[in-house]
């Protein structure tokens, strides 16, 4: 690892703990260095260099380098040149706390590989699973045990696939990864998994992902294995588009078409069904665009030197107004999505109006240039608006079932 003591003095110290380490990034010796006002250091972002040479002195695992401050790796700044600048540790510390801190240490990279850490992009790729088995119980009067066991099996395959989806993005971004303060420590990044060990974990992932999909119907395989092209293609869209969290709509979104083949309501063969289908998708990938550009905002700075693209980059003037406009557009499809089918009041007030709610209060609060901020948002906002939609959609569920065991109660009294 890589731990930078500062001096007061006219030079600092580079000590190399970890070769492996840094072999793996030998053309990135040399880092850009800016303190605050404390004299502490910030590592701010790898700097090219042609003095590679000072890799030799670890080969004993243990070494130091000296370095004038006369080079241009040292940039002296103040903290308000850069006020929403996130403080990186540059040593990688194993989890002290949580279930990852639990495992055998040689399980761990691979859980943080998987983020079974942060299970907030879990939760977001589960929602439009459960938001379209609830609308497809309310329409085709699904049974609660049923209703209950599916919903159980697309929050294990949401589990499953979303670690598959971040074991892939991973791999086609080791190369980036390292230039970005949030994520120049993850696994592949530092090198903890080898890129040819998380192929094959990858591949042990999607054979679990399958098995989960063998127990739905069999119409189900025919809408879930499409997904596949979006998983494995939506980190390059980073590469060539400023709107990869488009893509990533397309991708997280797809549980909103699976939760009505789930309960044996063929898509194809009701076109109320398919409208439905289609304005739920629709809300879902507005949704998730919304959420992801906040999500952007955390990495602005690094992506933009990194040369990585996003929303976030493309429309940095003018985001609120964009995230305003994905509001309305995933409002307005979740509640034609709800015409369409026939819901009551509870849906629109219950779904509609919560998301309406918990979107416009925090895209009137949330701080695009703090970073914490917008991790806050992001973290709760799974809840908060999802949580919402999902609590309505529940409501007019029951009260349906509950209409439909009235009316068979009284038919079996005449």
């Not at 590592?43 to 401050?69: D, E, K, V």
């Not at 699976?258 to 949704?287: N, Q």
């Not at 990585?308 to 509001?327: D, Q």
Request: glycine residues 8%; contains cysteine.
């Amino acid at each position: 690892m890589l731990n930078i003591v500062a001096k007061p003095t006219a030079s600092f110290y580079l000590k190399l703990t970890e070769p492996r380490f840094l072999i793996r990034r030998k053309a990135y010796t040399l880092a850009q260095i800016r303190f605050f006002p404390t004299g502490e250091p910030c590592f701010q972002r790898p700097l090219r260099s042609n003095r590679t040479h000072i890799l030799s002195l670890a080969s004993t695992g243990s070494a130091f380098a000296s370095l004038s401050t006369a080079s241009k790796a040292v940039i002296p700044e103040t903290k308000a040149s850069y006020p929403q600048q996130r403080r990186v540790s540059l040593v990688y510390e194993p989890p002290k706390t949580g279930l990852v801190a639990s495992l055998p240490k040689t399980w761990i990279p691979y859980a943080e590989l998987v983020r079974l850490d942060k299970p907030t992009g879990t939760y977001y790729l589960f929602f439009p699973c459960l938001f379209s088995t609830l609308m497809a119980a309310t329409y085709s009067g699904a049974s609660a045990p049923v209703v209950f066991s599916t919903t159980l099996l697309f929050f294990t395959g949401a589990l499953v696939m979303r670690g598959a989806g971040c074991t892939v993005n991973d791999l086609w971004d080791r190369n980036l990864d390292p230039h970005v303060a949030r994520t120049r420590l993850r696994p592949i990044a530092r090198g903890a998994v080898a890129p040819s060990q998380a192929v094959v974990f990858t591949g042990f992932q999607l054979l679990a992902g399958l098995a989960i999909l063998l127990q739905f119907p069999t119409s189900c395989l025919y809408y879930g294995i499409p997904s596949l092209v979006l998983v494995a293609t939506y980190p390059l869209a980073k590469r060539i588009t400023h709107y990869p969290q488009f893509v990533l709509g397309l991708t997280f979104s797809w549980g909103a078409l699976m939760g009505f083949p789930a309960l044996g309501v063929d898509i194809m063969a009701d076109s109320t069904v398919a409208k439905a289908a289609c304005l739920l998708y629709s809300s879902c990938v507005s949704w998730t665009v919304l959420y992801d550009m906040i999500y952007a905002h955390m990495d602005i700075k690094d992506d933009a030197k990194a040369g990585i693209k996003s929303i976030a980059l493309r429309h940095y003037k003018e985001t609120k107004v964009v995230l305003s406009g994905l509001a309305v557009v995933q409002i307005g499809s979740l509640a034609a999505a709800g015409m369409v089918i026939g819901t009551s009041p509870v849906f629109f007030i219950g779904s509609c109006g919560s998301a309406a709610v918990t979107l416009g209060i925090m895209i009137w609060k949330v701080k695009l240039k703090d970073v914490n901020n917008c991790w806050w948002w992001f973290k709760n906002g799974a809840w908060l608006t999802g949580g919402g939609i999902a609590a309505g959609l529940l409501g007019e569920y029951v009260l349906q079932e509950s209409g439909n065991n009235r009316k068979a109660f009284e038919e079996e009294l005449l």
